[in-house]
């Protein structure tokens, strides 16, 4: 048994050196930000880690748009003018729409790594959508379970695959 997660997969083996412990064979499970491999049988506390994280990034959401009224008020203070404060508020807001549906996507698939790098600046701007997007998926699933857990799968289902021995006489095999 893993100490991680609980699995077997040792096939019975114990390491060639004869120390005792056994050797696991098969893909280990990537383990997630704030959840290491709790997300595959949903223990180690992995639902009060959830919640928790939840809460926590609703409070920093909370925070910000606390930040980002003061700022706004500093504008008003500096006296820029209804363009420059219009300006700053839709910024935010479709900053904030674009962040939010990008790591919202990026549970469910793989970012592409320039274009992760290019948006960048962007995904800072609209971090109040990232921290939505966060604190959402945190109801539902560790942020990124699903897309690990389809991989991960698919990496089992190989793995048993190329593992399993044939059966029976070739020769005698149908066509």
């Known amino acids: 048994m893993s100490a991680k997660n609980g699995t077997d997969r040792t096939n019975?083996?114990?390491?060639?050196?004869g120390t005792g412990t056994p050797v696991t064979t098969g893909p280990r499970p990537e383990?997630?930000?704030f959840f290491g491999t709790t997300w595959v049988h949903h223990d180690g506390?992995?639902?009060a880690r959830r919640l928790g994280?939840?809460?926590g990034a609703l409070l920093l959401?909370?925070?910000a748009c606390l930040v980002l009224r003061v700022a706004y008020q500093g504008l008003q203070l500096a006296d820029v003018g209804g363009f420059v404060t219009a300006l700053v508020v839709v910024m935010f807001a479709v900053c904030g729409a674009l962040a939010f549906g990008h790591t919202w996507g990026a549970f469910t698939t793989r970012p592409d790594p320039a274009r992760q790098a290019?948006?960048?600046?962007l995904l800072t701007i609209g971090f109040l959508g990232s921290l939505l997007a966060y604190a959402l998926r945190c109801l539902t699933e560790a942020p990124g379970e699903k897309l690990h857990r389809a991989e991960y799968e698919a990496a089992l289902a190989r793995h048993e695959k190329r593992t399993t021995r044939r059966s029976g006489n070739p020769k005698?095999?149908?066509r």
Do not use: F, K, V
Request: no cysteine; proline share 8%; glycine share 12%.
């Open 12 to 17: 019975g083996r114990s390491d060639p050196e």
């Open 45 to 47: 506390g992995y639902t």
């Open 53 to 55: 994280l939840a809460a």
């Open 61 to 63: 959401t909370a925070a």
């Open 172 to 174: 005698n095999r149908r």
């Open 118 to 121: 290019s948006l960048r600046g």
């Open 31 to 33: 383990p997630l930000r």
